[in-house]
């Protein structure tokens, strides 16, 4: 494990809580908005109908006066009576008339009659003239329904209900309320304050909890959540109650200082966290891995942490035991591989004097042959041949060059193509280069007999070595275009070779093949050493891999 491996992968660990719990905080937070929003939404509905009941019922009041005091006998002998004097006698009966049926709770804080010869009189209330010619003015107009005066520092709002004969000659009866009472209603409800709330009549705002124009209240209506817009009665009166879509805006202001102190909070106690932990138990890691890494096999340092204190004891506990049996290990491995090493000693032993005796023996047979065919000079050639070879079997070092090696091997093929003349034919593809490489000696020699003694067995055929270099590994190549071997056979030579199997009950042939496969594996490693490729009828061929440069330890 890489240094900061531990450390990077804690801060990514602790990094994620962070995330996580930031996720958590929002995602709850956006479950509370909306069920706070839906809560808020509901109030406003109901608060909604509650304003809208409170304020037509004080308006409708006034409609319902209105009625009333219009049908009432004493107001009407009023409207039509030609006497002045006797007007006012009769209104000061309709006066007590109408009190008992507006009642003293009525909203109406004024009650006008206004005739249209000019003549007018009060049954309830105590409005200036000023202002009540200001109604007589408004309702001869005729413009609206809802009549809106000032005076006496009080601005009135007042609905009315035309009286006439048939003759068309007759009267008004005018309610009026002072403003402030629709105002203080609609105030009543200034805590919810994304709520609107306005009584407004044609294009003009009679009362409302914000400032605004008549356009802009309909532009808010427009986008509101909801909005519940309505005409009270026939009064002239319309109320209109929205919603404003910034009905969370508070929640979201709150939200927006909440966040950033709670994150620092939550980063805070992850911090601290993350420290604690990261002393207890990322240091300490750290340590134990540090250590090991620096000091090798040697014993672990204590870490002071109690529980990795233990583990350190069990660690170097360990490590004891494992440097006891690696020691017994190395000595059981050295007795073996003495043990291999005096072994293909013998092996390469017996090759030598296989070449020192029996293909000595023969190739002297040849010598004579020739000589009694009176071929002396072809004789003495061999001899000279058979010279080098022996020399080069019988030789106290175990390496020789690759240029070397080719050339004793063009001698033996030499001796070879005597004993059997016009049995094959034989290439050698060499270069100066291979003055430079050593290889184990007899590696190529035991691959080419067994080339011409069994691969070109019963037909005429072509040998072929060659070397080449790839990278810093070598391959030697031997080819021979003879009867090749059956599959089960090319099997069963591969897996011997693959497991280096012991000698016992084989051929020549594998013998030389394994053996070279444990010499190559012995000294140069288990990367390297022998593949044979064949098909029956087809030829063969013998690849030797070794690494450009070879260990040549005399003691090999």
Known sequence: MKKWEIHRSFIFTMGALGIFLVFIWVLFFLTTRNAIYR???????????????????????????????????????????????????????????SLSIIGKNSSADNVVLIRDDGLFYR????????????????????????????????TYIGVYDR??????????????????????LIAAYSDIDYLGIAVYSGEKIIAANRKLSFDELLKERDKAVFARDREVGITGFRLMVFCEKGV?????????????LTMIFLFAVVAVIGGRLNKRIVVPIKSIIKNATDNGDKPLPKTGEEYFDDLVNHVNTMLENIETRDRELMDSKIRIKDTELQSERTLLSLLKKQI??????????????LINKGEKAKAAAICNELSELLRYANAGDEYISLME??????????????????????EAVSDDSFAEIMIPRMLIQPVVENAILHGLLNKKGLVRIS???????????????????QENDLADLRKRLELTEHLEDMTLKHVALINIQKRIKLVCGEKYGITVESADGKGTRVSILLPKTVNSDPDF
């Open 467 to 485: 070397a080449d270099l790839k990278g810093e590994d070598l391959i030697i190549e031997v080819y021979d275009n003879g009867k090749g071997m």
């Open 356 to 369: 020192s005796a029996h293909f000595t023996v023969n190739t002297l047979n040849a010598v004579r042959a």
């Open 163 to 184: 009286i006439e004969n048939d003759e068309g000659r007759g009267g008004y009866l005018c309610l009026l309320i002072e403003k402030s009472r629709l105002e203080n």
């Open 248 to 260: 969370s805006k508070k929640l979201e202001r709150y939200f927006a200082i909440a966040f950033p």
């Open 405 to 426: 090696e080719f050339h004793i091997l063009e001698q033996y093929v030499s001796i070879m193509q005597t004993r059997y003349p016009e049995r094959f034919d034989f």
């Open 39 to 97: 809560s808020m939404l509901e109030q406003a509905e109901a608060s909604s109908g509650s304003i809208i009941t409170s304020i037509e019922s004080e308006i409708l009041s006034l409609e319902d006066a209105a009625y009333s005091l219009g049908n009432q006998k004493s107001v009407r002998e009023m409207v039509f009576e030609e006497d002045g004097d006797r007007f006012y006698d009769l209104g000061a009966v309709a006066g007590e008339r």
């Open 123 to 154: 049954l309830k209330g105590r409005m200036g003239n000023t202002s009540v010619n200001r109604v007589s003015y408004l309702l001869s107009a005729g413009k609206d329904k809802i009549i809106t005066v000032s005076g006496n520092d009080y």
